[in-house]
């Protein structure tokens, strides 16, 4: 099946072509401004592949080019297959998406009762993560990490609200280990890998992966290797797998049959969820699920260890775009757009334009969250859950980004709405290097009750 795969993909390789077009000077400039050495590209449309290549590096040290080959880390697009596996379990009649998870998870707290299967699929559990607590050179064994994780404070009750959680899907692999009755990774090469002539596998710093690319991470102006983490903290399964482009084009199109998951399970997953006041999460069970100008959006992005990745599904349009990426200043979503821009311009939304601001003192109120949040301090005025996310590696992390991109030039209000919580807005701040999209919702107590700040 493999051969048969790669049979398929070989013919590809001369579309992209040795001649550089405006797509690819494109993404070379993008790449180039985000510090990225490596960036590997895959473009289906109607199940044929229409554009694949490497570009830049995928090992700096070593001077090697990143081809059709390269390996690259998933991040948390890793995340829909943990997602699938559990719903052929489900269908095995080893476990209900419905069952408390202390059902299939020993010596779970009292605060983890009425968390069900279902809300960790799809973050909607009331989980935090515990990444302030971990010690990553630290082995943890199953029993120590789900301990650890036990005395992290929950966010909300379960089913209350949507809120994403790389914790639920470390136990959703402990469960798949313990329902499938071995280690998850080997459950998923037998049932889906394998099947499909993917050559994806759980991450292994021991084993020789051909063809594996290095991780880099951009600090303060240079270009660093990834960090270290222990070995099986690269194992969970909130996505820890090594792929290729390839093999999640594979997966995207084993996506339109049967082979893998039925009808039944491909509708589950693609489904928004519902939460408590029967409004929707923007997830279903593994997947980010929207729309774009009113056409089906299915995708997943992820980061983890210098690498960036995100798969994006416009599946009204049988369009599909792959992008792996070895530096974790990539904005995979921003090379997906620049691709899915070239070939299918019309699902792209064009940059919103400003609005006349009648409240100019919100303004002023928002650049100062800015710039406190540059300066790597907490900024007055928010609400518990939004203080709660600002902790002070993240704030450290903010002002280390904030750093690179320069002194702000303008700012832009884009939206305002009434909504019943108060009022929410969204603010374009240009700076010297990167284009910045502000969300808030001001509350009706004045709190700042949602936040969020990320390149646009």
């Known amino acids: 099946m493999r051969a048969a795969c790669l049979a398929l ?67 948390s697009v890793g995340k829909t297959f943990t997602a699938a596996l559990i719903l052929l379990l489900e269908q095995d009649g080893k476990l209900s998406l419905d069952d408390p998870i202390s059902r299939h998870l020993a010596n779970t707290p009292p605060a983890w009762e009425k968390i069900t299967v279902r809300h960790l699929l799809t973050h909607t559990s ?31 009750a379960p089913g209350e609200k949507w809120a994403y959680s790389n914790m639920g899907y470390h136990l959703l692999g ?14 998923l090469r037998e049932r889906i890998w394998a099947p499909l002539g993917m050559g994806t596998r759980v991450i292994t710093e021991a ?28 194992t969970t399964a909130d996505g ?27 509708q589950a997953s693609f489904t928004p969820a519902r939460l408590n006041d029967g409004s929707e999460a923007p997830y279903g069970l593994g997947w980010y699920v929207d729309t774009v100008k009113g056409r089906r959006h299915i995708h997943h992005g992820g980061a ?51 609005i006349a601001d009648r409240e100019p003192a919100v303004t002023a109120r928002v650049r100062e969250i800015a710039a406190r949040l540059g300066a790597g301090e907490m900024p007055a005025g928010l609400g518990p859950e939004v203080t709660a996310k600002f902790t002070p590696q993240t704030l450290s992390r903010i002002a280390a980004f904030m750093q690179e991109i320069g ?16 009022r929410a807005y969204r603010y374009r701040f240009h700076y010297e290097g990167e284009t910045m999209l502000a969300k808030l919702m ?11 700040f990320q390149p646009e």
């Open 9 to 75: 993909f070989s013919t590809t390789i001369l579309i992209g072509g040795a001649r550089a077009d405006s797509l690819d000077d494109a993404l070379l400039a993008e790449m180039k401004r985000r510090h990225v050495p490596g960036l590997s590209v895959l473009v289906l449309k109607d199940g044929k592949v229409i554009k694949e290549k490497g570009y830049g590096l995928a090992n700096v040290e070593h001077q090697v080019p990143v081809t059709p080959r390269t390996v690259f880390q998933s991040g």
């Open 126 to 156: 009331g989980l935090g993560d515990p990444y302030e607590n971990l010690d990553f050179r630290k082995d943890y064994s199953d029993e120590e990490l789900i301990a650890l994780e036990a005395s992290i404070p929950m966010r909300f």
């Open 174 to 187: 402990f469960i798949a280990n313990r329902a499938g009755g071995k280690f998850y990774g080997d459950q």
């Open 207 to 234: 084993d020789i992966v051909p063809h594996r690319a290095a991780g880099y991470e951009w600090k303060h102006g240079v270009l660093k290797n990834q960090s270290w983490v222990a070995p099986r903290l690269n």
């Open 240 to 266: 820890s797998l090594y792929l290729t482009a390839r093999d999640l084009a594979a997966w995207d199109q084993a996506l339109y049959g049967d082979k893998v998951l039925n009808a039944r399970l491909r």
């Open 304 to 354: 983890w260890q210098g690498f960036r990745s995100y798969l994006c599904r416009y599946v009204d349009d049988k369009l599909t775009v792959v992008i792996l990426a070895n530096s974790d200043s990539a904005r995979p979503s921003k090379f997906a757009s620049m691709v899915t821009s070239h070939y299918a311009p019309t699902l792209i939304e064009p940059p919103a334009r400003p």
């Open 407 to 422: 002194a702000l030039r303008s700012v832009e209000l884009l939206a305002r709405e009434d909504e019943e919580q108060g």
């Open 442 to 452: 001001i509350g009706k107590d004045g709190q700042v009750g949602r936040f969020s």
